[in-house]
């Protein structure tokens, strides 16, 4: 099975600064026969369900600020918010599907300083 | 509109069963797999397993496997996730999810489960 580890559990930014979480897989989610990453990025805010913003590593959902970038490639991927907003206080999730049996990240919690 | 509306908020007792459904809308039923994924309380997101609505194949995460049954009823285009021998940790909103590629962009509203004596 594949495992996803987040980094940091937890980070605290002021208003408009930039936050970065990291996400690393046990085994490469890039795929040899189509060059793509399966990997996923969500926000999960209390009392809704997860929201999709990244797929393939680094493609926008629809209606995603673009303040919000995916990055990075094999085992090493990157969520970055370029400048900090209140209404993006909410735990980030990474998740793979290259494996047949998906798997998420812990989790990181985004929170103003 | 696209839509997964899930069964409502259920409490069980140690060892007994649940069985949550969700209720899948405005796209073909059996062209996208249905995956289930909960989260405990003060926990993370866990992916516990996919089902193709079309040949009723299943793939289950390991932590689950022999606990964990997913069907459905492709009449009614619904999906069912039945979780046997509760136990406290399994207290958790339980939420279904469409995978297009395996990324899921729809998900259901979420089922509170309680699992207490």
């Known amino acids: ?113 | 509109q696209v839509q997964l509306v899930q069964s409502g908020a259920e409490v069980k007792k140690p060892g007994a069963s649940v069985k949550v459904s969700c209720k899948a809308s405005g796209y073909t039923f059996t062209n996208y797999d249905i995956n289930w994924v909960r989260q405990a309380t003060g926990q993370g997101l866990e992916w516990m397993g996919w089902m193709n609505p079309n040949t009723g194949n299943t793939g289950i995460a390991q932590k689950f496997q022999g606990r964990v049954t997913m069907t459905r009823s492709t009449s009614i285009t619904t999906a069912y996730m039945e979780l046997s021998s509760l136990r406290s940790e399994d207290t958790a909103v339980y939420y279904c999810a469409r995978s297009d590629y395996g990324d899921f962009k729809v998900w259901g509203q979420g089922t509170l489960v309680a699992v207490s004596s």
């Open chain 1, 1 to 113: 099975d594949i495992v996803m580890t987040q980094s940091p559990d937890s980070l605290a930014v002021s208003l408009g600064e930039r936050a970065t979480i990291n996400c690393k897989s046990s085994q490469s989610v890039l795929s040899s026969s189509d060059n793509m990453n399966y990997l996923a990025w969500y926000q999960h805010k209390p009392g809704q369900p997860p929201k999709l913003l990244f797929h393939w590593a680094s493609l926008r959902q629809s209606g995603v600020p673009d303040r919000f970038s995916g990055s990075g490639s094999g085992t090493d991927f990157t969520l970055t918010i370029s400048s900090l907003q209140a209404e993006d206080v909410a735990v980030y999730y990474c998740q793979q599907y290259h494996d047949t049996l998906f798997s998420f990240g812990g989790g990181t919690r985004v929170e103003i300083k």
